[in-house]
């Protein structure tokens, strides 16, 4: 099983990274505040606008089909359960504490 890496040996290894691109003469550029977002000092365009909502493909047949298949099985009689013959049952005797003394059949 890998040994999981901890943040700080993470954190370490970023910040070696990061030494050696400075290192080998890499830049790092700083930016004003919301600077980043603006292209030629304006917004995207594309960005900004909001479209209109696409009208949805009416559909009744398809959810009359389901609404009936659900309507089905709604309707669906439930099981009837099979009774066994009527015969003598197990009745279990119990004594004041509720441990279990003797075991008797009743009709």
Same mark, same amino acid.
């Given at each position: $099983?890998?040994?999981?890496?901890?943040?700080?040996?993470?954190? %370490?290894?970023?910040?070696? %990274?990061?030494?050696?691109?400075?290192?080998? !003469? !890499?830049?790092?550029?700083?930016?004003?505040?919301?600077?980043?977002?603006?292209?030629? !000092?304006?917004?995207?365009?594309?960005? $900004?606008?909001?479209?209109?909502?696409?009208?949805?493909?009416?559909?009744?047949?398809?959810?009359?089909?389901?609404?009936?298949?659900?309507?089905?099985?709604?309707?669906? +009689?439930?099981?009837?359960?099979?009774?066994?013959?009527? !015969? +003598?049952?197990?009745?279990v005797i119990y004594d004041d504490f509720g441990e279990p003394l003797r075991v008797i059949w009743e009709?």
């Amino acid at each position: $099983m890998k040994k999981r890496v901890s943040k700080k040996e993470l954190r %370490d290894s970023l910040n070696q %990274d990061i030494e050696q691109y400075l290192e080998k !003469g !890499g830049e790092v550029h700083e930016y004003q505040r919301g600077e980043s977002g603006l292209d030629n !000092g304006r917004y995207h365009e594309t960005s $900004m606008t909001f479209e209109q909502r696409q009208e949805r493909t009416p559909v009744p047949e398809v959810l009359k089909a389901i609404d009936e298949r659900r309507e089905a099985r709604k309707k669906t +009689p439930p099981k009837k359960s099979t009774r066994r013959a009527q !015969g +003598p049952k197990k009745k279990v005797i119990y004594d004041d504490f509720g441990e279990p003394l003797r075991v008797i059949w009743e009709d």
